[in-house]
């Protein structure tokens, strides 16, 4: 059954700082993986699908890698802000359906 | 606007009653999906449907019923068997019955079990 990992649970930096948000997955037989952003209380934001063929995807200040056969990705958040401050979930792709992670809750410090 | 809709935003159950939470899309997405969402944790795929008229069980669907009549809506039914039904429902659509394309959700209902 697959498994999907986030590290840390939870961050807080500075505003303007660069981040690193990880994610791993237990079985690499995956077809896309997909990172969201979720506010409290609301639905979830997706921010980035990276396919399977692809190494990495790239949107404004936001970038993510997958690398499949170590069954890992990461999420770069460049120049931070306060409005990011969200909880960052990954989920990946297998069969028909997605498996998430429990998340990063990120807050950003003005 | 194309998106996802879910309503009530806010619904309360007494124990023993039974309740349905609607989603509905005009994104023309073949494929749709109910999560639950508990404190501190991640998405539990409840029920997905990939095409009209069908309909497969996901990690926690004891307790839930589906159905999935019209393209554009896809109700979720909270039945009184299910024993901890306390928690953040989400709805998602995905494209070409959802095998590895981007999966869109609406704004969640929150269920409260008085």
């Known amino acids: 059954k697959q498994e999907v990992t986030q590290i840390p649970a939870a961050l807080s930096v500075p505003e303007g700082e660069n981040l690193v948000l990880n994610c791993s997955f237990t079985?690499?037989?995956?077809?896309?993986l997909q990172w969201f952003r979720q506010d409290p209380g609301k639905g979830l934001t997706s921010l980035l699908l990276i396919q399977s063929s692809q190494r990495e995807q790239t949107s404004g200040r936001l970038n993510a890698s997958l690398d499949k056969s170590s069954g890992r990705s990461t999420l770069y958040i460049a120049a931070s802000q306060p409005g990011d401050s969200a909880t960052y979930l990954c989920a990946v792709w297998e069969g028909s359906r997605l498996t998430f992670g429990e998340g990063t809750q990120l807050t950003v410090n003005p | 606007d194309g998106g996802i809709t879910q309503s009530p935003k806010y619904l309360f159950r007494k124990e023993g009653q039974n309740v349905t939470l609607s989603c509905e899309q005009n994104l023309n997405h073949d494929a749709m999906y109910w999560y639950r969402q508990d404190p501190g944790q991640g998405l539990r795929l409840i029920y997905y449907s990939q095409i009209v008229n069908d309909f497969q069980k996901g990690d926690i669907a004891e307790g839930y019923s589906v159905s999935r009549e019209k393209k554009e809506s896809f109700p979720l039914t909270v039945t009184s068997a299910q024993k901890n039904p306390t928690a953040f429902y989400l709805c998602a659509s995905s494209n070409e019955r959802g095998v590895g394309n981007e999966q869109f959700f609406g704004p969640g209902t929150r269920l409260t079990v008085l």
């Open positions: 079985d690499s037989a995956i077809y896309n």
